[in-house]
């Protein structure tokens, strides 16, 4: 099982950015995909999940009405669509794997190596 997530970088505020999250070694559209985020000195947080179908999707509050979340389930991808950057949506951003949309990141059972978004003022 592999997630490679990656598309991160430096953006100004109020910019955007598309994070990709490619996966591999497993069926892909048995699996719900989780984003998560961790900032320096916090710990992990929940950004938003995704149904195997893609029928259902999750948005911590944090992020509702800027991010989006969807999926390629032929090419067994899951994007995430950031907009209305903000300096506090800086971290590291990972994707991981998990049997149904849960928003606990325990519940997730193979992680990504991640990808470092950083939005500057």
């Known amino acids: 099982v592999q997630l490679q997530a990656s598309g991160g970088g430096l953006v100004q505020l109020g910019g955007s950015l598309r994070l990709s999250c490619a996966a591999s070694g497993f069926t892909f559209d048995a699996y719900a995909i989780g984003w998560f985020r961790q900032a320096p000195g916090k710990e992990r947080e929940g950004v938003s999940c995704?149904?195997?179908?893609?029928?259902?999707?999750h948005y911590e509050d944090s992020v509702k009405g800027r991010f989006t979340i969807s999926r390629d389930n032929a090419e067994s991808t899951v994007y995430l669509q950031m907009t209305g950057l903000k300096p506090e949506d800086t971290g590291i951003y990972y994707c991981a794997r998990g049997a149904n949309a849960y928003r606990e990141a325990t519940r997730y059972d193979y992680w990504g190596q991640g990808t470092l978004v950083t939005v500057s003022s």
């Open positions: 995704i149904s195997s179908s893609g029928d259902f999707t």
